[in-house]
């Protein structure tokens, strides 16, 4: 996709990820942790829990994930709008912050849309009984619900998006596949990682560099996965305090493994 600009010039205009957060389900710097990570002065190493962004080239917001740090991430971005949600799964580090897009909801004077697994768009309902009440309590936030599954392609706005089989664990879970790009948060295996060969850019998560988890990967475990997928290049994501200080780790990654960070933006 492109656009003319002066005389005879070609701009080419992309879609956008933007990292509104990196970490796991307690943020770093951890309340009361002395963990050296933790002290850090580098903005680098403070991380909030794990969400982004994607702006597509029609200018459309579609956010993945709207956990507890929410309302920060949007105020610190600026966003004024915000087109759909899409869930990946139904942790409350990943969804407990759905109250908060009550002022989107009403600049926009219509229900936001929000996609995920059915089980997930249950535990929605669970948790924000209110939202779905037949006498809405004045100032209460309205939703779309659209199930999808893993395997199926959809469209949002402008954006073509296919649902990624992950599993977090035994928890089934969904990722996203934006075009050329990947994200994929809270991964132990990747049953359909044959769909994701040949990406220009993955997004994976990576708790930590040793001590394997039940549930998450480990840095060990992720390189194994990126060299089955074999992209362009790859940034890692959901990352504890005890991965340790990104400069440090960034120097010991392959050339084309990056640390995200907060507030990064990549284009696609």
Not at 10 to 22: D, E, N, P, R, Y
Not at 68 to 94: C, G, W
Not at 171 to 193: H, N, Q, R
Request: charged share 20%; proline share 6%.
């Amino acid at each position: 996709m492109f656009t003319k600009i002066r005389e005879n010039r070609i701009a080419f205009v992309m879609s956008k990820l933007i990292f509104l957060g990196t970490g796991t389900s307690q943020g770093i710097p951890v309340i009361g942790s002395n963990h050296p990570v933790c002290l850090s002065t580098d903005p680098k190493d403070k991380r909030l829990r794990s969400s982004v962004l994607i702006q597509t080239i029609g200018s459309k917001n579609i956010l993945v994930d709207c956990g507890p740090d929410f309302r920060t991430q949007m105020l610190r971005q600026k966003v004024d709008h915000l087109e759909a949600i899409l869930f990946t799964h139904s942790h409350n580090d990943h969804m407990i912050g759905l109250d908060d897009i009550r002022p989107l909801v009403f600049r926009a004077q219509k229900d936001m849309p929000i996609y995920g697994l059915k089980d997930t768009l249950d535990q929605i309902r669970l948790r924000f009984p209110y939202v779905y009440s037949q006498e809405k309590y004045p100032g209460v936030p309205g939703v779309v619900e659209h199930p999808i599954q893993a395997g199926q392609e959809f469209q949002v706005e402008d954006m073509q998006i296919r649902a990624i089989s992950v599993m977090h664990g035994n928890l089934p879970i969904l990722g996203y596949k934006f075009g050329s790009l990947a994200y994929l948060t809270d991964v132990k295996t990747l049953p359909e990682v044959d769909s994701l060969k040949g990406l220009d850019v993955l997004v994976i998560s990576c708790l930590r560099l040793s001590n394997p988890h039940h549930s998450h990967l480990i840095l060990s475990e992720a390189l194994e996965w990126i060299e089955k997928i074999n992209p362009q290049k790859t940034y890692l994501t959901h990352i504890s305090h005890h991965m340790g200080f990104h400069a440090e780790v960034q120097n010991i990654l392959p050339p084309n493994v990056l640390l995200a960070y907060d507030g990064l933006e990549i284009s696609f």
